[in-house]
């Protein structure tokens, strides 16, 4: 799955859509292997250089390139760290080998690999939770406010003029009582 793919289902778990842009093709620095069949790239319009990481093309995209030594279809051969970085690279001819030592041991790696995956799949269902949960809160919320709102309306116009008539009622009851006083007063 590529990485926009994911971006898109997030995207439209949350109710996001992206804009289609333009996108523009960019040529990375690609080599086949020696057969020709498998092909790398650094990802980047240079040529390889040490420091680089070195990818290999799948159908699905790029994946990072297993540590070890590889020899390039042109005769140059070059060595990958275990993070896939570029170490060295050996002309055609040159028969010295030189190892790369690496001070941690394997069954430790093959842990935290496993260790690793499994913390991603908790990460991935965690925020798939997250996701899901965010969006139904999002409609619940949209759904009280837009109540509310109503039920303001309703109370602002049903209540906007009665509290002065009932006041304006209460005024005048209590003139006429005072009004009737005074003239039982004059009577007597």
Request: proline share 2%; charged share 35%; net charge negative.
């Amino acid at each position: 799955m590529q990485y926009r793919e994911v971006l898109e289902k997030i995207a439209g778990l949350v109710g996001y859509e992206f804009n289609d842009v333009e996108t523009t093709d960019v040529k990375f620095e690609r080599i086949a292997l020696e057969g020709g069949e498998v092909f790398i790239t650094n990802q980047a319009e240079t040529e390889l250089t040490i420091g680089d990481t070195i990818y290999i093309e799948t159908e699905d995209g790029f994946e990072l390139a297993p540590s070890g030594s590889h020899r390039l279809e042109d005769g140059r051969e070059i060595v990958l760290d275990e993070e896939s970085n570029l170490v060295e690279i050996r002309e055609e001819g040159e028969g010295e080998e030189t190892e790369v030592v690496v001070e941690t041991p394997e069954e430790e790696i093959e842990v935290e690999t496993s260790q690793d995956t499994s913390k991603i799949d908790e990460l991935k269902t965690a925020i798939h939770d997250l996701l899901v949960a965010f969006t139904s809160h999002s409609k619940e919320m949209e759904n009280r406010f837009s109540t509310l709102e109503a039920d303001y309306k309703e109370f602002k116009q049903s209540a906007e003029y009665k509290p002065l008539k009932e006041e304006t009622k209460l005024k005048q009851s209590f003139a006429e009582m005072r009004l009737e006083l005074i003239n039982k007063m004059k009577n007597k």
